[in-house]
């Protein structure tokens, strides 16, 4: 299928402030390595395409109004009064204000609503800058201002889809999604994240007025296990729908080695998650998402965009991706930590082991409710 990378040169500069966990490089990260790999032809449309800004009118078709002048008038200011912090929830630490904040968070809105619009033409769209699945209509929440991927399902919903799948393959929960489609039968949620693990909503039993399905994992998940979910449960699920269009966020905070979660999946294992999905339609956009390791993260990004787009999986980096790579730096990473392959190669080996009582039980339920 045609693939279409969109993002924007606005990740290649520094945003969140330091000491916070997206004080790292990523989507730049990402471009740059896809660009020494020639995976980003020159730029226009069906290889790379800039991302628009979302507009007011378009935010606040989920946003509510007010909130996104608070957020507007923050990034203007540089300053937050206590009352408009405590109403909205930014200039926290958790969702601090920054140079630049709205106009990124607004371009990561524009970004998904052109990667759906692309997709509904038939293929697959990649927006690994979007994936702000914490944001509420009415706050921030999560390192999340605005909620890229309910923009780009309901992008999918005003096109004329009646029935789109949202899986969500983050560490944690995406809350803000299911809380924006719980009860509508149009759009199937479907979640895979950390049992325990901040936002502490999607519990089995949580079915958001129906159509949604969580799938709360154990700590070190591992790749068998998760071969195990796709196959027995999510899969099927997905196919009883019948999506007509999918939208995936893939965070690669679900992988071994990431600081904010206790999962233990390799890059290579989700690259197969997320190919098995977009096959289940001819329209399919893929979002990023969590993500708090910079080696692990730029790595699998770019390497997602190499299997969307059809390309082979070099078993070396080239000297001037090693050279990118060995440069990133992370509070959150002690040096003793570091794997060799964080700076030499794209795809993890695959990080098998048994598949414990606990995910079959899950497996069986979940496909049980459905």
């Given at each position: 299928?045609?693939?279409?990378?969109?993002?924007?040169?606005?990740?290649?500069?520094?945003?969140?402030?330091?000491g916070?966990?997206?004080?790292?490089?990523?989507?730049?990260?990402?471009?740059?390595?896809?660009e020494?790999?020639?995976?980003l032809?020159?730029?226009?449309?069906?290889?790379f395409?800039?991302?628009?800004?979302?507009?007011?009118?378009?935010?606040?078709?989920?946003?509510?109004?007010?909130?996104?002048?608070?957020?507007?008038?923050a990034?203007?200011?540089g300053?937050?009064?206590a009352?408009?912090?405590?109403?909205?929830?930014?200039?926290?630490?958790?969702?601090?204000?920054?140079?630049?904040?709205?106009r990124?968070?607004s371009?990561?809105?524009?970004?998904?609503m052109?990667?759906?619009r692309?997709?509904?033409?038939?293929?697959?769209?990649?927006?690994p800058?979007?994936g702000?699945h914490?944001?509420?209509?009415?706050?921030?929440?999560?390192?999340?201002?605005?909620?890229?991927?309910?923009?780009?399902?309901?992008?999918?919903?005003?096109?004329?889809?009646?029935?789109v799948?949202?899986?969500?393959?983050?560490?944690?929960?995406?809350?803000?999604v299911?809380?924006?489609?719980?009860?509508?039968?149009?759009?199937l949620?479907?979640?895979?994240?950390?049992?325990?693990?901040?936002?502490?909503?999607?519990?089995?039993?949580?079915?958001?007025?129906?159509?949604?399905?969580?799938?709360?994992?154990?700590?070190?998940?591992?790749?068998?296990?998760?071969?195990?979910?796709?196959?027995?449960?999510?899969?099927?699920?997905?196919?009883?729908?019948?999506?007509?269009?999918?939208?995936?966020?893939?965070?690669?905070?679900?992988?071994?080695?990431?600081?904010?979660s206790?999962?233990?999946?390799?890059?290579?294992?989700?690259?197969?998650?997320?190919?098995?999905?977009?096959?289940?339609?001819?329209?399919?956009?893929?979002l990023?998402?969590?993500?708090y390791?910079?080696?692990?993260?730029?790595?699998?990004?770019?390497?997602l965009?190499?299997?969307?787009?059809?390309r082979?999986?070099?078993?070396?980096?080239?000297?001037?991706?090693?050279?990118?790579?060995?440069?990133?730096?992370?509070?959150?990473?002690?040096e003793?930590?570091?794997l060799?392959?964080?700076t030499?190669?794209?795809?993890?080996?695959?990080?098998?082991?048994?598949?414990?009582?606990?995910?079959?039980?899950?497996?069986e339920?979940?496909?049980?409710?459905?």
């Amino acid at each position: 299928m045609k693939a279409h990378f969109i993002s924007s040169d606005i990740y290649r500069a520094a945003g969140y402030p330091p000491g916070h966990p997206l004080a790292i490089q990523r989507i730049g990260t990402v471009l740059t390595l896809c660009e020494q790999l020639g995976w980003l032809a020159p730029r226009g449309p069906g290889v790379f395409v800039d991302s628009p800004r979302a507009s007011i009118e378009e935010l606040t078709r989920f946003h509510d109004p007010a909130y996104v002048a608070a957020l507007r008038a923050a990034e203007a200011e540089g300053f937050v009064p206590a009352a408009i912090r405590e109403k909205y929830r930014i200039g926290t630490m958790e969702n601090p204000v920054f140079a630049g904040l709205f106009r990124r968070a607004s371009t990561a809105v524009g970004g998904s609503m052109l990667a759906a619009r692309l997709a509904a033409r038939g293929g697959i769209a990649y927006h690994p800058s979007g994936g702000t699945h914490h944001a509420m209509a009415d706050h921030a929440s999560g390192f999340c201002y605005f909620n890229d991927p309910v923009f780009a399902i309901l992008a999918f919903l005003d096109l004329g889809f009646e029935r789109v799948l949202y899986v969500d393959l983050d560490a944690h929960h995406g809350d803000g999604v299911e809380t924006a489609f719980a009860g509508d039968g149009r759009v199937l949620l479907i979640s895979v994240h950390e049992a325990g693990r901040w936002p502490h909503t999607g519990q089995h039993s949580d079915r958001a007025g129906g159509n949604a399905r969580n799938l709360p994992v154990p700590k070190d998940f591992n790749d068998s296990e998760m071969d195990w979910l796709m196959e027995r449960s999510v899969l099927p699920i997905a196919r009883a729908f019948a999506p007509q269009a999918v939208v995936v966020t893939c965070g690669a905070d679900a992988l071994a080695g990431d600081p904010l979660s206790t999962m233990a999946l390799s890059n290579s294992c989700l690259w197969d998650a997320v190919m098995a999905l977009a096959g289940l339609s001819g329209s399919t956009v893929v979002l990023g998402g969590g993500g708090y390791n910079p080696w692990t993260v730029a790595r699998c990004w770019a390497g997602l965009w190499g299997r969307l787009s059809g390309r082979s999986i070099p078993d070396m980096l080239p000297p001037d991706s090693v050279a990118l790579l060995q440069g990133l730096s992370c509070d959150l990473i002690d040096e003793e930590d570091m794997l060799a392959g964080w700076t030499t190669t794209l795809a993890d080996p695959r990080h098998d082991g048994p598949v414990r009582p606990a995910v079959r039980e899950l497996a069986e339920a979940v496909l049980a409710d459905a």
